[in-house]
């Protein structure tokens, strides 16, 4: 089982930016996507985005091209650039990475929009 690590969150203001990283530690076998969740209090987890191995994205309705999924694969790492951040963006954000041979999740990262 590969361990995932999450940088990143933190408390940012209203129309602010934050990078998320999710790390694979370790080697990974086979083709895999890197998924993004969130899961804001008192709600259930909703998906954001994903990326997988040929560099194709997709991204919640909701997020209305605020965010950007990416992936550098011989770092084993993927990003989740957020932008434009709203009070309601406050949430654990989760990665997970998704392949025929591995579904491993990180721990999460709590990302706080406020003033």
């Known amino acids: 089982q590969v361990r995932v690590v999450q940088t990143g969150g933190g408390l940012v203001q209203p129309g602010g930016s934050l990078r998320l990283s999710c790390i694979g530690d370790?080697?990974?076998?086979?083709?895999?996507?890197i998924n993004w969740y969130r899961q804001a209090p008192g709600k259930q987890r909703e998906w954001v985005a994903s990326?997988?191995?040929?560099?194709?994205?997709h991204y919640a309705d909701f997020l209305k091209g605020r965010f950007t999924i990416s992936r550098d694969d011989p770092k084993n790492t993927g990003y989740l650039e957020m932008n434009s951040l709203k009070p309601e963006d406050t949430a654990v954000y989760y990665c997970d990475l998704q392949g025929p041979q591995i579904r491993s999740w990180g721990p999460g990262t709590r990302v706080t929009v406020s003033s």
């Open positions: 990326i997988n191995a040929r560099q194709e994205t």
């Open positions: 370790g080697e990974i076998p086979g083709n895999y996507d």
